[in-house]
């Protein structure tokens, strides 16, 4: 089933932030790509993904319009393979007075999560000055923001207090799963285990692009949580990926709970 509400809601992997539109972002550039994407992710077990394309990006000013277009050549795209997983729109928006001003005016795509969140992403190179007060702006219009990636942004790999200043504010945190694997670098990586130990990472999602280089390695990097933080940390991840898509409150959203599994020991000391 394409789309379906209830059978992403009812359990199984989401994956609330990705690139499968064909031509409109740095994600694949032709339906073909798209549709071999969304099969390796479905061969992954995801069973419901959000379609994320970057919005108020200046390197990508595509009319809603075109961006629903491709979203309907991809849900063609999957019934015509017959791949089993629920599609939805949204974006990924720059966080900008304009994204807040075209969110009120109902121009993003919010066919996810209620319209009770939006995953804002930041410059790479430096973290804008009213970052928390457009935040802040989302909230009080009942809109929580997740920040894409936290563990990637330079500013944030070298100061975790940028990230805690965020969760205090109100705002939540997704994971690229591929960070726990090295894929971006160790900073990155250390990171977002940081995070994890913490309790500042509320999702993970795939932020996947292509088959090359920024590809879904969802399962890998599920079977890296559940070795290092525990069963019930992975548990609690992707539980809250549906709470989200669900659109239930944040206030319901689990508490990761990081407890790495004890290590066998393979020596003692005796006599
Ligand atoms: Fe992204």
Redesign the pocket.
Same mark, same amino acid.
């Given at each position: 089933m394409i789309g379906g509400w209830e059978s992403a809601v009812h359990g199984g992997l989401v994956d609330l @932030?990705v690139?499968l539109l064909p031509g409109v972002d740095d994600g694949p550039a032709s339906t073909e790509e798209a549709a071999a994407l969304l099969e390796e992710m479905v061969n992954q077990g995801v069973k419901a993904a959000v379609c994320?394309p @970057?919005m108020f990006d200046r390197r990508y000013r595509v009319p809603e319009e075109e961006v629903r277009r491709a979203f309907s050549v991809l849900r063609e795209a999957a019934e015509d393979r017959g791949l089993t997983v629920d599609l939805y729109l949204g974006a !990924?928006v720059r966080l900008t007075g304009a994204a807040l001003d075209a969110w009120a005016a109902g121009a993003i795509p919010r066919d996810w999560g209620g319209g009770r969140y939006v995953l804002v !992403?930041l410059p790479m190179r430096e973290i804008p000055r009213d970052w928390l007060e457009v935040a802040h702006e989302f909230l009080v219009f009942g809109v929580t923001p997740i920040l894409?990636h936290p563990e990637r942004y330079p500013a944030m790999v070298y100061n975790g207090a940028l990230i805690k200043e965020w969760v205090e504010r109100g705002g939540l945190c997704q994971v690229t799963w591929s960070s726990v694997l090295g894929t971006w670098g160790r900073g990155p990586r250390r990171r977002a285990v940081w995070m994890l130990e913490r309790g500042l990472c509320h999702v993970m999602a795939s932020?996947a692009h292509d088959l090359a280089k920024r590809r879904p390695d969802v399962q890998k990097a599920l079977g890296w949580v559940r070795e290092h933080g525990g069963e019930q940390a992975a548990e609690a991840l992707l539980a809250n990926a549906r709470v989200v898509l669900a659109g239930d409150s944040a206030g319901t959203l689990r508490q990761v709970p990081w407890s790495p599994p004890r290590k066998r020991l393979l020596w003692s000391r005796s006599g």
């Open positions: @932030h690139h994320t @970057h !990924e !992403e894409a932020d």
